[in-house]
């Protein structure tokens, strides 16, 4: 028998993968699915569709995951809050920094298990870089580059690519560096005629001076996900769609051969791609977040981490406006 009830609301693109990591975790039955627009996946099933989140609570769940637009995730939060059940809210928290503390208040006053879906901590490469950037293999960190590109997405609507996806690298460079941003630089552009940026480039440096660079936009026509991490001893480089690490090392040897050195570079040395197991991201997601409501010791994206990240969201879009640096309050 399940020991845990849950419920789903939101039945978009990712609502249905939800449902179908839900649908196979031990100790957890899921009891009913809620969207005010319908299933236009056929997520439901058998199990109640309902309209609303009061539906939902209705039905008696232990936790609910939120997969709205942004724009409803406070609403809804604050109403699980109210009644008692846990949740996770996908990325980003909230559409701004005070909904998102109102949020991370309201679960923490109630004594309830919020985390939000930042699903590339579960990455596979990105925990075993941030597992080997804690042990020391690459010495003094230099620098982290990511690199989030791709086709324009029709499902998003109410944010742009500052909170959409720039928040997967504002949060994945914070965990696996296990810093937090002290500044930020940005520009953004508008291409696609809609109200929110498509493209930003950010510059930022870390608590630590790491400096940081990010690419994210909506414009390219291939896909790619990549994390970079520079430092004394080499690259480390992720590549989250394929959950692939490689390690660069710095040389040794010197290379005689002037026409190679030139061409590529005097200091290159082994190449590594690491063997680790790959499981899925989101299954790895749910399963610490069904522990964590169990009482067990386990990694979630807590909503005190998804207001840090939202307010460095706010900064890049910030400096973006202004021109300008922005720096951002310590602790």
Same mark, same amino acid.
């Given at each position: ?23 196979? /975790? ?22 109640? /569709? /309902? ?123 914070? @965990? ?41 936009? @909506? ?21 989250? /769609? ?14 005689? @051969? ?74």
């Amino acid at each position: 028998m399940a020991l845990l009830r849950a419920g789903l609301i939101g039945l978009g693109m990712m609502g249905r993968h939800h449902a179908r990591v839900l649908r196979s /975790l031990s100790d957890v039955e899921l009891v009913a699915v809620a969207d005010p627009a319908g299933d236009p996946h056929g997520v439901a099933g058998a199990l109640p /569709l /309902l309209a609303d989140v009061d539906g939902l609570i209705a039905t008696g769940i232990d936790y609910c995951m939120v997969a709205v637009p942004t724009v409803y995730h406070e609403p809804i939060g604050l109403a699980l809050a109210a009644a008692g059940v846990h949740a996770m809210i996908e990325k980003p928290l909230a559409q701004d920094g005070a909904a998102a503390r109102r949020l991370a208040d309201a679960f923490d006053e109630a004594g309830l298990v919020g985390a939000v879906g930042h699903i590339e901590r579960y990455n596979p490469a990105l925990q075993q870089l941030r597992s080997r950037l804690e042990h020391g293999e690459l010495g003094t960190m230099y620098q982290v580059v990511t690199r989030r590109q791709g086709p324009f997405p029709a499902r998003i609507a109410d944010v742009g690519v500052v909170k959409d996806l720039a928040t997967h690298d504002i949060d994945l460079t914070a @965990w696996v560096t296990q810093q937090s941003f002290r500044s930020v630089a940005a520009r953004t552009a508008y291409k696609s005629g809609r109200a929110h940026e498509d493209l930003v480039a950010v510059v930022g440096q870390l608590t630590d001076g790491t400096v940081t660079s990010h690419l994210v936009n @909506w414009l390219s026509p291939m896909k790619e996900r990549v994390t970079i991490v520079t430092g004394e001893r080499g690259s480390f480089v992720a590549d989250t /769609l394929t959950a692939d690490l490689t390690f660069h090392a710095n040389g040794l040897i010197p290379t005689t @051969w002037d026409e190679i050195a030139s061409f590529r570079g005097v200091s290159e040395g082994d190449m590594t791609r690491f063997a680790f197991p790959k499981p899925e991201p989101l299954r790895t997601e749910h399963e610490a977040f069904r522990d964590a409501v169990l009482g067990k010791s386990t990694d979630i994206v807590t909503m005190r981490q998804g207001l840090e990240t939202v307010a460095v969201a706010e900064a890049v879009l910030a400096s973006a406006s202004s021109g300008r640096t922005v720096d951002l309050p310590e602790g």
